[in-house]
Every structure is written in C-alpha cells, then in structure tokens.
C-alpha cells in the first residue's frame, strides 16, 4: 500500500496540535484565573478566594504537565517530518521558538514549583508573586508562538539566500502585520474559555449543591469577565479579519466561499456547499451585501475571490468555510449566554434561573470548541502555502518513506489517546470534588446566614426542575 508522506505528516501535525493547543489556551486562563483569586485573598483576607485558588491551582499543574507534553512532540516533529521546513526558514522560526523556551518556558519552570507546593511554605505575596509570573510566563509563551505562527502567514524581514530565509530585520519580523490582531484575538480566546469552564464548574456545584459559596463565587467572578470579553473578542475576531483580508485575501475568499473576484455587491454566504470542480456555490443561502459591507466596509464594495488564483494556489475551501462559521457560530452562542446572563444578574434572578444554570453547566467545552475551529481556519487557509509565498507544504516534507509516518501516527494515536484519557479522567475527578469545604464557605454553614439561606432555598426550588 502506497502512503502518502505529506498527507499523512499533515494528518499527524494537525492530530497533535489539536490536543496541544486546548491544554495552553486553558492554562493561559487558568493561571491568570489563579493569581487573580490570590490578589482577592491577600487584599480581603476571605479564605473562599485562597481555597478556590488552591483548588484551581491542582487542575492547572495536570493541564500544564499535559500540555507540556504535547508541545515537546511538535517541536520534534519539525526535525521527523519536516525538515526542509527547518532547512529553509529555520533561520527565522527557530529563534523565535527559541525565545519562547528562554524566556516564558523558564519563567513558568522557575515559580512553577512556587506555585505548586509553596502553600504553607513561603509568604502568601511571595506565592503570590509567582503565580503572577507563571500567568505572565504563559502569555509570555503565546505571544512567541503566534509570533512565528504570523510570519508563517505573512513572512516579513528576511531575504532569501542560497533558497535560506535569513532574518534581517527582528523587530519586523516578531511583529509582522497580522501579528498584534491575532495575538489579541488568541489570548482573549483563551481567557474566554477558562471562564466558562469555570462557570460550568460553578453552575454544576450550585445546583447540585455543593460549595454554594464558592459556586457563587465561580459564576459570578466568570460571569463578570465573559461580560466584559465576549464582546471585546467580536472586535479583535473582526480587526484580525480586516487584516487577513488584507495581507490573505485567498483566505478570506475561502472563508466566505467566494469565487467571483468582479462580484459587487458581495453576498454573505450563511450557508452553502463550496464545490471545487464547478468554482461555485451548492445550496447556497445568501444575505446581499453584507460581505462586502464586513470585508471593504462599503454598501457595493468588491474583494478579490477564488478565481483570481490559479487553482493550485487555493486553500481546500470547504473546511475553511465550514470551520470559520463553526467558529463564528460558537462566537454568537457566546453572547447570547453572557447577554442573557447580564440580564438575569441585573435583575438579580441569575441564581433562581435553574434553566440558565443548567445551560451554562454544560457549556464548558464550547472555548475549546471555538479555538480549534479557528485554528483550522487559520492553518488550513493559508495552504499550499506552509510558509506564504515562501514554501509550499508539499516541499516542505521530510525525505521519508509514507509508512514510517504512518505507523508513528499510529502510535500518537495510541499514547495520546492513553495519556490524555488518564489526564482528562483526573482533571474530571478534581472537578467532581471540589474546592475543599471552609468554615465560612461551606454548605453547612452558609445555611446559617441569611443570604444564603434565601439562595439555598432559590436552589431547592429549581431542582424539580432540572
């Protein structure tokens, strides 16, 4: 059986960052999330801000272990089965990696200890301190990543000598165009879903419950910045686009499937089959105009489509199309939550709404779901090209046989699917028991005062209704 090496070295790349990237995004959050519990603690001496942080702080070191793991085999990956990626634009990538590793990697390595077994140990500012500089070790570590990731996208400051991308200019290079937009849109993305894991977290203890204050606690301190981020992500989501369009306007053609660069006014394709054979639309449903008034801003205006490439140089369209809507969608699912939720907060019905807490228990994973649906657009959208303009993914391979990838996709299936199973079941039995009870945050007695009794008794009324 013939094996095809770049499909399949695309196929394991893309397996693995699936699983790396969701293990990032939550801990960029999550050890934000953690520090700011701290400042809360040391600032209003309420020990429900300090056991809170402590029982995030166990789920945020099986998430960082886990993806840690997951980065270390992407970086090796570059050498199996990409190393004429390596050979020609190493010279720019590999420092920019580099940085990463020196500088965010080593920040988290060093106060991670701190920060994980420090309790007790060390001056709460102390702990304090480190948990701060993991969580700046964090963004630290995505500002790196989408660094060289942009360039990929829009390569600038290098010259080609020998067929060798060599860096020129450094600052030019880190912050190429699309970088500030993408970096902005990556790191709320990543907050966002923190947030409404831990919303889901609280939603489920209040009613089921359990650590009604610190389920309070949760809903409301995530409530409150999902309030606040939703909103803002809508603007980064469409400045990042606004330079796409600009700096990828093949991409942007994919992602709005379409193909007719003359086309003016431009429909909004809500829903269609992009059919490559034909260069058209199936089963389209359109809204006029509203494409061109989201890419150029104007009534009439016209942005350049399918067409206007050779063929060879196109994205495949239809996972493009469909990711970024999938994207897109979630992005609207979310605002409709943290409106209605607002709502409810305004008229202080947010902890009597058993069907709004229940809807909310489940939609943890939507954060997730939204960031791997933009990173495929991302990734997928800017092929042929692995390096635009530059390298072609198919030249970009490494010279090895389609059955050695093959097999040592096989068995990332299998390890993967071993190691993250036990990780994920772990994080999952953290989370179904909970932040450790308190004397002032625990159920018992939270039913001895009376402002909590009223929402002990708001909970009691909805659980017929769940």
Known sequence: MDFDPVLLSRIQFAFTV?????????????????????GMWLWSKNERYHKLARFWTKIFAVSFGMGV??????????????????????????PLIGYEVLTAFFLEATFLGIMLFGWNRV????????????????????????????????????SMQNGVAVPEDWLEIIFSPTFPTRFAHMLTAAYITTAFVVLAAGARYWLQGRHIDHAETMIKMALGLLIVLVPLQMEFGDQSGMKVAEYQPTKVAAMEAHW???????PFVLFAWPNE???????????????SMLITRTWDGKFPGLK???????????????SFRIMVGLGLIMLATVVVGAVLWWRRRLFSTGLYLKTVSYMWPIGF??????????????????????????????????????????????????????????????????????????????????????????????????
């Open 18 to 38: 699936t699983f790396h990237i969701i293990f990032p995004s939550f801990t960029i959050g999550l050890a934000a999330w953690i520090a700011t519990l701290e």
């Open 69 to 94: 793991v997951s980065g270390v085999v992407l970086s090796y990956q570059f050498g199996t089965n990409w190393s004429e990626y390596s050979r020609v634009v190493g010279n720019v990538v590999a």
């Open 123 to 158: 001056p709460p500012w102390l702990h304090f301190t480190a948990s701060v500089l993991v969580a700046l070790g964090t963004a630290m570590s995505a500002f790196w990543i989408l660094s060289a990731n942009s360039w990929m996208q829009y390569p600038v400051g290098y």
């Open 260 to 266: 007719d660069g003359n086309e003016s006014p431009v």
């Open 277 to 291: 054979e034909t260069e058209s639309n199936d089963f389209a449903i359109t809204i006029p105009h509203v494409a």
């Open 308 to 322: 206007d490439v050779p063929a060879e140089d196109r994205p495949p369209v239809a996972p493009v199309f469909f």
């Open 369 to 466: 779901l939204a960031i791997v649906a933009g990173w495929y657009t991302t990734e997928i959208g800017r092929q042929p090209w692995v390096v635009h303009g530059v390298l072609r993914t198919a030249d970009a391979v490494s010279p090895v046989p389609g059955g050695s990838v093959a097999t040592t996709l096989a068995l990332f299936v299998i390890v993967y699917g071993i190691v993250f199973s036990f990780g994920i079941y772990y994080i999952n039995r953290l989370l179904r028991r909970g932040p450790e009870p308190t004397g002032e945050g625990s159920s018992e007695s939270s039913a001895r005062r009376p402002i909590s009794f009223a929402h002990d008794a708001g909970r009691d009324a909805i659980q017929p209704g769940e």
